[in-house]
């Protein structure tokens, strides 16, 4: 038997709660892994709190992201008592996820532990950090350099917004952060932003064009933020889009992209290759600065996920929230 967090859709209505499962429930998948770590990330609250089309089977344990211990497997590159950790995958929508003491998944969707983290670092990572570092390698392919001129990161106060300071920062970039929670600016500066704007000038819908500032951007808004940073990219800027906090749609004009230049990189961190992955790992491994993970990060006991995915939803949360699973 082992607790988790279970949500569940019926006649009664759409729920999520702590409970216990047998371990026959688990899913089919030729590794199990005792989780240690965990996360809680907003697609995690979405799929908790039913505010997103998130789940797709039920019932659904929740969480993108676990880092723990392997118990069992029959895949060749896994054996009883590695460290590995998981993002993605469908884990959390499709397929039960880290929100529980144990999982059942495909070894393929595995990678190990690197050696740099612990499994509480690893998840005061996660989805979130892994994503910031795979937009900033998208940015240094598209060729911006610290050279190029101001990086944007929108949504900075959540998990991808600080990560995305914070290492782009340690690369040597002028970063300057877009929130809407102007009382964070003191913990921005902290992480490495140069400068700290309301995220209402970005907010609302934009012109066609409009003054050039940005040489790269890093959004996780999407809807009328994403339109607003491309309109205000300079000529040859990149913008990479990893999230839709304020909304799925794009109220944008061709403007930007044929006027002046502006390429637009979607940044997929659920399915990536694993190659994408251990390289976006190995890049966090050197780059990051690990002290600052207390600073980006809280811990929380299983027990309090379900409510405190309302918080995460409601913008109450700043930067990570780590989940303890092992007691």
């Known amino acids: 038997m082992f607790r988790a967090v279970l949500t569940e859709r019926d006649d009664a209505g759409y729920r999520s709660q702590l409970t216990t499962l047998d371990e026959a429930q688990l899913p089919a998948g030729d590794v199990t892994v005792r989780i ?64 529980a003491e144990k999982a059942r998944v495909n070894g393929d969707w595995l990678l190990p532990l690197p050696q740099a983290f612990t499994p509480w670092q690893a998840m005061a990572i996660g989805t979130a950090g892994y994503t910031a570092m795979l937009s900033i390698i998208a940015l240094e392919r598209q060729g911006v350099t610290p050279a190029s001129g101001e990086v944007l990161v929108t949504g900075a106060s959540g998990g991808v917004g600080s990560f995305a300071i914070a290492l782009l920062a340690a690369l040597g970039y002028r970063v300057v952060a877009s929130t809407g929670r102007l009382e964070e600016q003191a913990y921005l500066q902290r992480l490495g ?33 994403l ?11 990149v913008v990479t889009a990893c999230g839709l906090a304020q909304g799925m749609d794009f109220p944008a004009t061709v403007a930007p992209f044929i006027l002046r230049g502006v390429t637009l990189v979607g940044i997929d961190s659920a399915m990536r290759p694993r190659e994408d992955r251990m390289a976006a790992w190995q890049r966090l491994a050197t780059t990051l600065d ?19 995915a309302t918080e995460l939803i409601e913008g109450r949360i700043r930067g990570r929230m780590v989940v303890q699973v092992a007691g």
């Open 193 to 225: 932003a140069a400068e700290v704007i309301d995220r209402s000038t970005l907010s609302e819908p934009a012109r066609p064009l409009e003054k050039a500032r940005w040489a790269g951007a890093i959004d996780s808004i999407g809807s009328h933020t």
């Open 36 to 99: 240690t770590h965990s996360t809680l990330n907003y697609k995690d609250a979405l799929a908790i709190t039913g505010r997103g089309r998130i789940v797709r089977d039920f019932p659904m344990v929740p969480g993108i992201d676990f880092a723990g211990t392997v118990e069992s497997s029959e895949h060749p590159d896994y054996r009883s008592g590695d460290n590995v950790l998981l993002n993605g995958w469908g884990v959390g929508e499709s397929h039960w996820g880290g929100l």
């Open 290 to 308: 690990v002290s600052l993970l207390d600073e980006v990060s809280r811990t929380i006991d299983l027990s309090r996920v379900v409510d405190t």
């Open 227 to 237: 339109a607003g940073v491309c309109a205000s990219m300079q000529r040859g800027g």
